[in-house]
């Protein structure tokens, strides 16, 4: 069983900086593909960004050049490091883990993050 923890969200004003971690634990004998989700009340959940078993990094166009998904050596801790953030990235993010094998994902609970202008 893998479990995810996201920690890190907050308020910030726009323009600002923000990084989120994400903590696996558990054990599950995988290649796991990473990544960052966020989701606004009333609308889809959406990609922000993935990190592969290769490290390989793929953003979606809102965030590109303002955020960067990494990883710790571990590869179980996950981070997203948002630069110049804007009032339209409000949301809740939650990170996800997907075992490359099985298909298998989870997602954490979430945590939230606030743009005032």
């Known amino acids: 069983q893998v479990r995810l923890n996201e920690s890190g969200g907050g308020s910030v004003q726009a323009g600002g900086s923000l990084r989120l971690s994400c903590v696996r634990e558990g054990y599950m004998l995988c290649t796991f593909t990473m990544s960052w989700h966020r989701q606004v009340p009333g609308k889809e959940r959406e990609l922000v960004s993935v990190?592969?078993?290769?490290?390989?990094?793929r953003y979606a166009d809102p965030v590109k050049g303002r955020f960067t998904i990494s990883q710790n050596n571990d590869r179980d801790i996950l981070y997203l490091h948002m630069d110049r953030v804007k009032p339209e990235d409000t949301a809740t993010y939650f990170c996800r883990s997907a075992c490359v094998e099985n298909g298998v994902g989870y997602w954490g609970p979430g945590t939230q993050v606030t743009v005032s202008s």
């Open positions: 990190i592969d078993g290769t490290g390989a990094t």
